[in-house]
């Protein structure tokens, strides 16, 4: 449907009423072949590619809260794969080749810039395992640089390579098809696509208790009423583990507080996302100008989705220690994501020991730049029943086998030694 900008101004000033409902309204069945719990970018991506690659349509997606109200929209919105291991790499390197053509797939503009990642090294040693990283992806089939300092100089005109600096830049590793895309897009792209397939999105109809008969899930308890489901797939990031413990389940991961805050706006003076690795700070700028930053985690175990001053505190120390310009801007605002992190820092994703209950948790700070790859292979399983290559090692029982992912170094985790 087109709309003029007379139209626009009037449906605006009438407060849209006959704007017609994004996502259809939904008259819960009392079965469905599949119910997905978290309508978050992972949720509803699932539910997306099982209608459009699998047919399967007969599915209810429900959350607490509204759409993407979680965790989708309250990160960064950075894309990246610069992993050393290959089952973070691989999965991160698949959702970057769904990432560019998503806006197409979906029909809906998610804002995606491909305009670089920059991770900075501040130690020969450091600099040393950046080019292993780097080999490592290129052996992958990644595109991907090392950068020198005359090199950062010319791609971040802004930054201090000062050699008396806290941390001296040495180099750095550059991802060219990294970058960002408009989170809460996602999240309506897949929501609007998923339910002009036919599947139902529930919102504010929170899960409280599950129906599990022999060792098998067979419903979902709402307060709208019991649903019945032949599988049940729990995607709702630090509200996994508490969802899990009412099916009987114990994951081995623990929810940490995470804070992000963007500045005034101002005119383009950074066109690619940096990371300050030894200071644990990141910085782009948003189409709007505002420079967005994010950092550590607050260290210590929270659901209060708060933030605190001293992590603004230190985040801003550390954004300053490469921006020196930074300290002319105002910090317009600040908010808070609760991360999941199991304890080798990577994802949980796949069946459960309860026969037709899958998970999928454990992001920490990865899980918005694997979102429509997760969503892509976890409709595969749930539509085939046969477990996809890439999520093989993401899969809860490595837990027992000590077959971890230990990912440490690559991500901001300072509480693990």
Known sequence: MKYSAASLLK???????????????????????IVIVGAGGHGL??????????????????????????????NTTILRSDYLL??????????????????????????????????????DGELEHFMLR?????????????????????????????????????????????????????????????????????????????????????GVATPQGQISADKVFISAASATAPLARLAGLRLPMEPINVQAFVTEPIKPVLDSVVNYNAGLCYV?????????????????????????????????ARALQIFPFLSQLRLMRHWSGTADIPMDGNAIVGATPVDGLFVNCGWGY????????????????????????????????????GALIDDAGIGPYPWRH
């Open 11 to 33: 449906q605006a000033l009438g407060g849209q009423r006959k704007w017609p409902p994004f996502v259809a309204p939904t008259i819960l069945k009392p079965h469905y072949d």
């Open 45 to 74: 991506a699932t539910a997306h590619y099982l209608a459009a690659n699998h047919g399967v349509d007969d599915v209810l997606v429900l959350d607490s809260g509204w759409i993407g109200g979680g965790n989708t929209a309250r």
């Open 86 to 123: 290959p089952a973070s790499f691989a999965l991160k390197n698949f959702a970057l080749e769904l990432w560019a053509q998503l806006s197409q797939d979906l029909n809906f503009n998610l804002m995606y810039s491909p305009r670089g990642y920059i991770d900075l090294a501040h130690s």
């Open 134 to 218: 780097a080999n490592a992806m290129r052996l992958a089939g990644a595109d991907v640089d090392m950068l020198n300092r005359r090199q950062i100089s010319e791609q971040v005109p802004g930054i201090d390579l000062g050699l008396d600096a806290r941390y001296p830049i040495s180099g750095a590793l550059y991802q060219p098809a990294g970058g960002v895309v408009r989170h809460d897009a996602v999240a309506w792209g897949f929501a609007r696509s998923a339910s002009s397939r036919g599947i139902h999105i529930q919102q504010n109809c929170a899960v409280d208790g599950f129906d599990i008969q022999s060792n098998r899930v067979v």
């Open 284 to 316: 782009s700028q948003s189409d709007k100008g505002e420079l967005v930053l994010g950092g550590a985690t607050d260290g210590y175990l929270s659901q209060a989705r708060r933030g605190s001053f001293a992590r603004i505190e230190d985040t801003l």
């Open 366 to 401: 990865a899980g918005f730049k694997a979102t429509p790859a997760v969503g892509w292979s976890m409709a595969q399983y749930l539509a085939s029943g046969e477990l996809p290559g890439l999520l093989q090692p993401f899969a809860l029982e490595r837990f027992a086998s």
